[in-house]
């Protein structure tokens, strides 16, 4: 009885083509690696990477005056700077790091005008001049010429449109404390535009008294 084994059917492949198919597997599993690798987080993007610190924006103050109707805690000094029913809204932001913002809002004054609100020690008056001294802090302000005299205070530039609405901001590196302000005196700006604002050289047009809750 022949006892041999013939191979005949089962498919058996000579060296050469199973060399090309481990090649082939080996490639595939390489593509799945850079593929891998590809979908998964860039340098620096991992998932454990703790964020960017964000600093919470916290109101400190807010006023807000209808200046024609003669509220208690702001004055208009001139009529005819303004338009009609002239309303004022400031902000007072503490944006972190140190930092204060100074967000103005008016609407109501006059057209296509220039205005220059400033920061005062003292409360509003009758007069003007009875809101006292610049407010000066303790670092400059990114839009006030470096000088003694107007370290650190809030000068705000404003220009309106065609229907009196106008906004204005600015930022100091530095937290008035309670009590180191008293009000916001609006006036006209004969320097409109320039990088080193004049605050004496405008004519007065409204006060805001100004308590900061620090």
């Not at 850079?34 to 960017?52: M, V, W």
């Not at 000066?136 to 449109?161: K, N, R, W, Y």
Request: hydrophobic share 30%.
């Amino acid at each position: 009885m022949d006892t041999s084994v013939s191979t005949k059917g089962f498919g058996l492949l000579p060296v050469s083509s199973v060399a090309a198919a481990l090649a082939l597997a080996l490639a595939s599993t390489a593509c799945e690696g850079d593929r891998a690798s590809q979908e998964g987080p860039n340098p620096g993007e991992q998932p454990d990477t703790p964020p960017e610190e964000e600093h919470d924006r916290e109101e400190i103050a807010h006023v807000s005056a209808e200046l024609a109707e003669e509220e208690d805690g702001s004055e208009l000094f001139d009529e005819n700077a303004v338009g009609e029913e002239p309303i004022a809204e400031l902000w007072v932001v503490d944006a972190g790091a140190d930092v204060t913002s100074f967000e103005l809002e008016v609407s109501g004054f006059a057209e296509n005008d220039f205005y220059l609100a400033t920061v005062r020690v003292d409360p509003c008056g009758t007069g003007p001049e009875e809101s006292g001294d610049l407010y000066e802090g303790d670092e400059d302000t990114e839009e006030a010429p470096e000088s003694e005299v107007d370290e650190g205070s809030v000068m705000i530039q404003l220009g309106t449109d065609a229907d009196g609405n106008g906004t204005g901001q600015v930022e100091i590196d530095d937290q008035p404390d309670e009590g180191e302000v008293g009000s916001l005196l609006i006036a006209t700006d004969p320097t409109s535009g320039s990088e080193q604002p004049a605050p004496d050289d405008g004519d007065p047009v409204a006060c805001l008294d100004l308590e900061l809750d620090t």
